[in-house]
């Protein structure tokens, strides 16, 4: 009853000021705010607002964006300081689809969903926008994903790995080491022609700081793009986020070149979403979610692709996060975007808190894609190394209950501590893909069988700096034959080069049993 009232109220206003001074030649829609509240401005009038139109606030400057178009009212989500806003305050559609300014002027800056600036480094120089919203492109203008997208984690290189143009789920409980590996692959980067978008969704602003610092220390910030939608923001931006960054990505895919963009995290992308939807009074379904929330993750997630040559060869990769409780992933938002994309990589907090980093699950971990997305080489070394892995934990799981093992079971255990601890790796460490390729070509073939288990990284430490000063030569070989050319290592190079290398090694080094 109060809405009709306050309907009542703004027609009797209008017709009280019918056939003033005032008229207009444009094709102006004019609205009355008629409640506030949480963000959502509820507007009677716009006949001629489309959905996703920017509409503006003249009293205040805000910007708002239609977003659920009723028959007489419109719901509007205020694109900032809502508090500002009063009922009976005029609205004005601007004709123009919510869209941010795109091009290399964006690299290395930090900007908010709408493409602003806020780090205080000036305006950006770029008068090219795209739309946030935008059809994915279709099956005939897309290539098969075979170009790898070297994260430096031996872990995921070797057994989880991600292509160009692939679309790899990054989930786990709070503080397992999601957002480390994210930020471990934007590093990793440096000189390989990718360029990187950081979406953060909820974070607070002194994290964004402390990860500009980081990018700045290693140098990657200066082929990375960071969107931030702070936790103190209305849930308005904090929704808009990651379509903001996907637009941006895609106007680096569609000239030619190849972006990787990072959705952190799609959770509260999610819960950003319902809050908007049950103020709104949208229908709620499970755990309170509206009916489309598999539709709002799946039109921004099949937007990343590989273009075939004829539509520019460019490429959108995209590494999603999910959080989850419990180590739940049959939970309703996991699950839902688990479905939408080419695999998961699946950190466990009894492996984080065991010391096992990155705490990887291999059992439930899986990339879709493949050894498609690998090189050769690396597919060489360690196309068998997740099998082993798996059957590993299941050996060593027996193994807790008896001391009677044979000796082939107990090889394979022991190889499998060791392969464990070859795939730690702390953070801010990348590893070049040939340092990878060495080192587990030495464990497959047994040099490290009667190393100890606890100095095998300090070992794993020594040998890498043996090879980079006494013998250079093999690992620019190897990525000749591996990055550049695309091909398998030759087998006379392994027996001539890198076998007496390692031999030579094996000799000098310490004791380590």
């Known amino acids: 009853m109060a809405l009709a009232d306050e309907i009542t109220r703004v027609i009797q206003d209008r017709i009280a000021r019918f056939g003033g001074a005032t008229t207009e030649a444009s094709m102006v829609s004019v609205g009355t705010v008629i409640s506030v509240g949480d963000g959502i401005a509820r507007i009677f009038g716009l006949e001629g607002a489309r959905y996703l139109e920017l509409v503006e606030f003249p009293r205040t400057g805000l910007m708002g964006m239609a977003f659920n178009l009723e028959e007489e009212t419109v719901s509007t989500p205020i694109l900032g300081d809502y508090t500002q806003i009063r009922e009976g305050d005029e609205v004005r559609t601007t004709g123009r689809i919510v869209a941010v300014p795109v091009g290399d002027a964006l690299i290395g800056r930090v900007v908010n969903p709408l493409g602003q600036p806020i780090d205080d480094a000036g305006p950006i120089a770029t008068t090219k926008t795209r739309p946030v919203e935008r059809v994915a492109p279709g099956v005939i203008t897309r290539k098969g994903v075979s170009v790898p997208v070297q994260t ?27 957002s480390a590996i994210a930020i471990d692959t934007i590093i990793n980067q440096k000189g390989k022609n990718l360029i990187c978008i950081y979406v953060s969704i909820g974070q607070r602003n002194f994290q964004i700081s402390r990860l500009v610092e980081t990018l700045r220390q290693y140098g990657a910030l200066e082929h990375t ?18 379509y903001a960054g996907c637009a941006m990505g895609e106007e680096i ?14 959770t509260k992308h999610a819960e ?9 009074r949208r229908p709620p379904g499970r755990e309170a979610f509206p009916g489309d929330v598999f539709y709002l993750h799946s039109r921004l997630l099949e937007r990343a692709a590989r273009l075939s040559d004829q539509y520019g060869g460019g490429s959108l990769t995209a590494l999603p996060i999910v959080e989850t409780k419990g180590n739940d ?15 998961q990589i699946f950190l466990e907090s009894d492996l984080f808190n065991a010391g096992q980093r990155p705490a990887l699950n291999v059992g439930i971990s899986v990339s879709r894609v493949g050894g498609d997305a690998q090189t050769k080489g690396m597919k060489q070394v360690a196309g068998k190394l997740k099998i082993d892995q798996a059957q590993f934990t299941e050996l060593a799981a027996f193994a807790q209950f008896g001391s009677d093992l044979d000796p082939l079971t107990s090889a394979k255990i022991g190889r499998g501590r060791r392969i464990n601890e070859i795939l730690k790796q702390p953070q801010y460490s990348p590893m070049p893909v040939e340092q990878q390729i060495m080192i587990f070509w030495v464990v497959n073939n047994g040099y490290l069988d009667n ?10 430490t020594a040998f890498h700096r043996f090879m980079e000063t006494s013998h250079p030569e093999i690992g ?8 550049v050319e695309n091909k398998k290592i030759d087998d006379s190079f392994l027996s001539s080069k890198l076998k007496p290398a390692v031999e030579e090694f094996v000799a000098t080094a310490a004791p380590t049993k």
């Open 476 to 483: 620019q070989a190897i990525v000749q034959m591996t990055v």
């Open 152 to 178: 430096g984690i031996k872990a995921i290189d070797a057994m989880i790995p991600i292509g160009r143009g692939q679309r790899e789920l990054i989930i786990g409980d709070r503080q397992t080491g999601k």
């Open 225 to 242: 793009i960071i969107v931030h939608a702070g936790a103190e923001d209305p849930a308005p931006m904090k929704y808009l986020a990651p």
């Open 253 to 266: 895919m569609e000239s030619g070149r190849d972006a990787l963009i990072i959705y952190d995290d799609l």
């Open 272 to 280: 950003a979403y319902r809050n908007m939807s049950l103020i709104i």
């Open 451 to 460: 190393v100890a288990v606890d100095v095998v990284r300090s070992w794993e």
């Open 329 to 343: 992933v049959s939970a309703y938002i996991p699950t839902n975007v688990i479905s939408i994309t080419d695999g």
